[in-house]
């Protein structure tokens, strides 16, 4: 049996480390799922007030022995009561379209959710035999597959970042929504020190690479995105047939290291869209 508590400070712990303390800080509603036969965390949900009358989901997350069990539709129930208790009339989640298959979106349409797109914006592939990283300075940092890190590491990740001012927008979508990626093709940068410095993560379609986002940081973050691009653009070569690396454009600061490395070779293929899910409560 599944059940869904609200997270607070005193029973933040029991959650740990999927819930980091930066998180439990930024969110309005944190909300946990037990099993109760194993007495086991093993999923939470983060939701923002947006508005008077409306709760914003911001990340769902279960552990993959439970999945499809009823963890994650436990979550769901428990943020309609509260939201109910707290006369919110309307629950929302916005995330951008991925490619291929989506068990994400099968789970929030399973939920009752309504689907609506919106905002549709190109999408720009490159050839990765037109990306040249010949001109980059000697690399600082070690440069690791996601597949790689331990939940220690993940850990240690997430401490060392929640106090920059890009965490709450961006790192902390990345590293809560981190099952969602394809962790082969996927990079963390790790300098001399031993500290995290940046990542790189990608969904995959065949062989069709989505670059979703990448973040550097350390003493050069150029050499660092660098670093991480040059990754993946190496394995990608060795593990896809004919692989062609994505982003869309409203996604600027990749489009504008993947312009620098091809020298504006990136061709329109297509468009993505944000995807909204709409609730009742």
Excluded: H
């Amino acid at each position: 049996m599944m059940t869904g508590t609200l997270i607070t400070e005193d029973n933040a712990d029991f959650f740990m480390p999927a819930v980091g303390t930066n998180a439990l800080v930024n969110s309005d509603v944190f909300i946990g799922v037990v099993d109760e036969e194993t007495d086991t965390a093993c999923g939470v949900l983060s939701a923002e007030a947006v508005g008077d009358r409306t709760l914003a989901i911001r990340w769902i997350y279960v552990d993959e022995s439970r999945r499809k069990k009823g963890a994650g539709r436990e979550l769901i129930n428990t943020l309609q009561e509260v939201a109910s208790e707290i006369e919110a009339e309307l629950i929302v989640c916005s995330r951008s379209k991925p490619l291929g298959k989506d068990d994400v979106t099968d789970f929030l349409l399973s939920c009752g959710f309504v689907q609506d797109e919106f905002s549709p914006s190109p999408v720009y592939s490159y050839n990765i035999s037109d990306i040249s990283l010949k001109d980059m300075k000697k690399e600082t940092d070690q440069i690791m597959p996601l597949n790689e890190l331990s939940v220690k590491d993940w850990a240690e990740m997430e401490d060392a970042w929640k106090d920059l001012k890009a965490y709450d927008e961006r790192l902390m979508d990345i590293i809560q929504n981190r099952e969602f990626f394809d962790k082969n093709l996927s990079f963390a940068a790790i300098d001399g020190r031993g500290n995290f410095t940046g990542i790189l993560v990608t969904g995959t379609d065949g062989r069709n690479i989505y670059l979703e986002d990448i973040f550097a940081g350390g003493d050069d973050p150029g050499i660092t995105a660098y670093g991480m691009l040059k990754s993946l653009v190496s394995k990608a070569g060795k593990t896809v047939k004919d692989p062609v690396i994505s982003v869309s454009y409203d996604n600027k600061e990749v489009l504008f290291l993947l312009d620098k490395v091809t020298g504006g070779k990136g061709v329109q293929t297509g468009e993505t869209a944000l995807l909204s899910y709409f609730m009742d409560v």
